[in-house]
């Protein structure tokens, strides 16, 4: 794992403490755990950890520094952590339980579409699929009931959360995009 998605990520955590109440960080993983949930297996731990080193590679694949925020962003200052939600009312329609999980609190929250033979954001513009971004979609592949969703916060961010299921429960990722208000 290189050191600027090391960076990256500690820049969303840092950012995301910030607007919210105590979430477990496992710097050691790049993992934010939900609010009352067990930490993960090491194994699972570990396949959420290589979740957001293959979204990173996906994102600087197509010169992003977010997946989720993809071109979209102003900055390139954060990149997408692992999140850990566990069991739960966390599919479609439930945005605010993700949220509220993550101790993420307010601002207006809309749906992200995914594209259905990749399920990444459409908010990456991508002329052809880079081998990177096939390694991300077969990963999301193996989560059901997947969805994107973000948060406009009160400031220029821009809170992207992406969660599906799996055997164990709820994970996915988190980023954060920046706009300016022109």
């Known amino acids: 794992m290189n050191q600027a998605f090391k960076q990256a990520v500690s820049a969303t955590v840092q950012r995301l ?49 977010s997946i989720l925020a993809g071109h979209t962003s102003e900055s390139d200052d954060f990149g997408d952590a692992a999140i850990w939600l566990g069991q739960g009312a966390f599919g479609k329609g439930h945005e605010q339980a993700v949220l509220s999980s993550l101790g993420i609190q307010g601002g207006r929250i809309s749906p992200v579409e995914l ?13 052809s699929i880079t081998p990177e ?6 990963k999301l592949a193996e ?10 916060t009160s400031s220029s961010d821009v809170i992207y959360s992406l969660v599906g299921k799996n055997s164990n429960g709820w994970a996915g990722l988190v980023g954060i995009g920046t706009w300016s208000d022109e």
């Not at 993983?29 to 297996?41: I, K, N, S």
């Not at 971004?133 to 077969?138: N, V």
Request: contains cysteine; neutral net charge; glycine residues 2%.
């Open 17 to 65: 403490q910030n607007k919210s109440t105590t979430t477990t960080f496992l710097p050691q993983r790049l993992l934010l755990v939900g609010q009352g949930v067990a930490a993960p297996t090491d194994q699972l731990a570990a396949d959420l950890e290589s979740l957001a080193a293959t979204a990173q590679s996906a994102a600087t694949s197509v010169l992003c520094s």
């Open 115 to 127: 594209s259905p033979k990749t399920y990444i954001p459409k908010t990456v513009n991508a002329s």
């Open 133 to 138: 971004l096939a390694a991300l979609s077969a």
């Open 143 to 152: 989560l059901q009931d997947l969805h994107c969703f973000s948060l406009q």
